[in-house]
């Protein structure tokens, strides 16, 4: 006769306890958001219409050559990149609805590619609130470096780079002393206008004059008056491609003789469009070396890449910032995390081609290089002397 044994309360529970240790180890990890076993969700807010289009349009068009590249190699760690892209128009208000869009509804692991300072001072609080990444944006505002944002991190020089570059090479290149701010009225002008009067402070300058014009609009008259009162041997235009576009045409029509000087900002071909023959004389500084230049690894893998699209240096630095992501995802391993990201990137030193970059817990600036170039005959070549 067999006997029956009724299960104890202590084997209940080891039984269950063995169960539910089977189902958890047979479970993947939980992820951050965006992260499945087959797809990275990035996102990215930017100007795809609006004065300001040609800006992040060319900033995601480089990004995505580079991401379809390596899409169709299998991906990171067997995960493709998806690039959710919403537009803001260069506006902070839509900026920051776009930013709780992709974070909220679109759940994505990291943003990316954000066009402008006046709508990275909108989205920034948003990322660093939900501990979201927030790289690589087209700015150089001084905000987005100092004091150091555990989630922000660069990948071009500063402002404060490009316009010390600026008045250092008017100052020993040409003796220029007399030197006029013209600026987009903004977070954006205002980051322009720190970097030159630093520049100005160390060599015991100050500006001649200062005029403002209002963002996306081309209502340049009233600034340009007050900047050719002060008859100033150069401008420095802190703006988009077509404000200053504007500007330089009726500068010139008008018998204005000063230089106009431009962070790498403007947005190269769109102005060299929009301004024509008028744009001839302008210098602009660069992050990035030209897009023409195939000497350079890197830019010769953009071109061969970009499959016949426009070659211009806003693609170009998308198509570089989609490089230092994949290489941050890299290092970050198969069970990518957003805190792995940060960390991932706070230890990375590497060589993109001839473009070098790298990182640390205390500085989240990746390169500081900064070219200048003069516009001349609709082509923006690189100059060694203004």
């Known amino acids: 006769m067999q006997a029956h044994f009724a299960p104890t309360r202590r084997s209940l529970i080891r039984t269950a306890?063995?169960?539910v240790l089977a189902a958890s180890l047979a479970m993947p990890a939980i992820?951050?958001?965006?992260?499945?076993?087959?797809?990275?969700?990035?996102?990215?807010?930017?100007?795809?219409?609006?004065?300001?289009?040609?800006?992040?349009?060319?900033?995601?068009?480089?990004?995505?050559?580079?991401?379809?590249?390596?899409?169709?190699?299998?991906?990171?760690?067997?995960?493709?990149?998806?690039l959710v892209s919403?537009?803001?128009?260069?506006?902070?208000d839509r900026a920051a609805a776009a930013t709780r869009q992709l974070i909220d509804q679109e759940k994505v692991f990291s943003l990316f590619g954000y066009v402008g300072t006046p709508t990275s001072a909108a989205a920034v609080p948003l990322a660093s609130k939900a501990g979201l990444?927030?790289?690589?944006?087209?700015?150089?505002?001084?905000?987005?470096?100092?004091?150091?944002?555990?989630?922000?991190?660069?990948?071009?020089?500063?402002?404060?780079?490009?316009?010390?570059?600026?008045?250092?090479r008017l100052s020993s290149d040409l003796g220029i002393r007399k030197i006029a701010l013209f600026i987009q009225d903004d977070a954006f002008g205002e980051a322009g206008k720190a970097g030159t009067m630093r520049a100005l402070h160390k060599r015991n300058l100050k500006p001649v004059a200062e005029a403002r014009y209002k963002r996306n609009t081309m209502?340049?008259?009233?600034?340009l008056a007050a900047i050719k009162a002060a008859q100033p041997e150069a401008v420095i235009f802190v703006g988009t491609y077509n404000s200053l576009a504007a500007t330089v045409k009726k500068a010139k029509a008008q018998g204005v003789t000063a230089?106009?000087?431009?962070?790498?900002?403007?947005?190269t071909s769109n102005f060299i469009k929009e301004a024509g023959a008028d744009g001839d004389g302008v210098y602009i500084t660069q992050v990035m070396p030209?897009?023409?230049?195939?000497?350079?690894?890197?830019?010769?893998q953009y071109q061969q890449d970009m499959k016949g699209g426009n070659l211009d240096y806003t693609s170009l630095e998308g198509y570089a910032n989609a490089v230092v992501l994949v290489e941050a995802l890299k290092k970050t391993g198969?069970?990518?995390?957003?805190?792995?990201?940060?960390?991932?990137?706070?230890?990375?030193?590497?060589?993109i081609g001839g473009v070098k970059l790298g990182y640390s817990a205390a500085s989240h600036q990746g390169a500081r290089q900064v070219f200048v170039t003069k516009v001349q005959g609709g082509k923006a070549v690189p100059v060694a002397k203004l």
Not at 87 to 92: F, I, K, M, R, T
Not at 219 to 223: A, L, N, S, Y
Not at 259 to 267: D, E, M, N, Q
């Open 17 to 19: 306890a063995a169960s």
């Open 31 to 82: 992820a951050d958001d965006g992260v499945t076993d087959k797809e990275i969700r990035i996102g990215m807010s930017n100007a795809l219409s609006g004065p300001a289009s040609g800006l992040g349009t060319q900033l995601k068009a480089g990004a995505e050559a580079y991401f379809a590249k390596v899409n169709a190699a299998g991906g990171v760690h067997g995960r493709k990149i998806s």
């Open 86 to 92: 919403v537009d803001d128009g260069y506006e902070p």
């Open 133 to 168: 990444p927030y790289l690589f944006p087209f700015s150089g505002a001084e905000f987005l470096r100092n004091p150091v944002n555990k989630w922000v991190f660069n990948v071009r020089a500063s402002y404060f780079d490009e316009t010390e570059t600026m008045v250092e």
């Open 219 to 223: 209502e340049v008259d009233e600034g």
């Open 259 to 267: 230089r106009f000087l431009t962070v790498s900002f403007v947005g």
């Open 290 to 300: 030209s897009p023409n230049d195939d000497s350079v690894p890197l830019v010769k």
């Open 334 to 351: 198969a069970a990518p995390t957003r805190a792995g990201l940060v960390g991932a990137l706070e230890s990375l030193n590497v060589d």
